[in-house]
């Protein structure tokens, strides 16, 4: 809970800076706060609701943790993997600069590999 202030105020921050009106800020503001705790409830309710034996069968909270880290990735590749390679959202040449091309071979190679890390390590690893 603790980044929630910090990315409230870069969420306020970005829609101020975007020229949005004050009450539509404030919407905003409340659907981003509301969502993480009404979601928690929704999801253990959905998955109190279940039996027990259902829960091991389709293993419901692998499947929860699966679409979290799935949404982390999106954003870490989609989002934040541009603006790291130097490709960001600036579509202007800097003067007196080469343009950025983005990431090299080694640290393609080196995302892979950190990628691929918990993969290996699960090998033979059974519960």
């Known amino acids: 809970m603790l980044h929630k202030a910090p990315a409230a105020f870069g969420l306020v921050s970005f829609l101020m800076h975007a020229g949005l009106e004050r009450n539509r800020i404030r919407k905003h503001l ?3 706060a509301l969502a993480a705790p ?6 253990f309710v959905g998955l109190s609701q ?3 034996e259902a829960l091991s069968d389709v293993n419901a909270t692998g499947v929860a943790m699966l679409f ?3 949404t982390f990735l999106y954003v870490a590749t989609v989002h934040v993997l541009p603006e790291v390679g130097g490709t960001g959202h600036s579509h202007a040449p800097v003067q007196g600069k080469e343009a ?13 590999l950190g990628c691929l890390i918990p993969l290996v390590l699960s090998v033979g690893h059974q519960h």
Do not use: I
């Not at 950025?100 to 892979?112: Q, Y």
């Open 30 to 32: 409340l659907v981003f």
């Open 38 to 43: 009404v979601l928690a409830m929704v999801t």
């Open 50 to 52: 279940s039996s027990k």
């Open 68 to 70: 979290s880290a799935g």
């Open 100 to 112: 950025a091309k983005g990431l090299s071979k080694v640290e393609v190679g080196a995302l892979v």
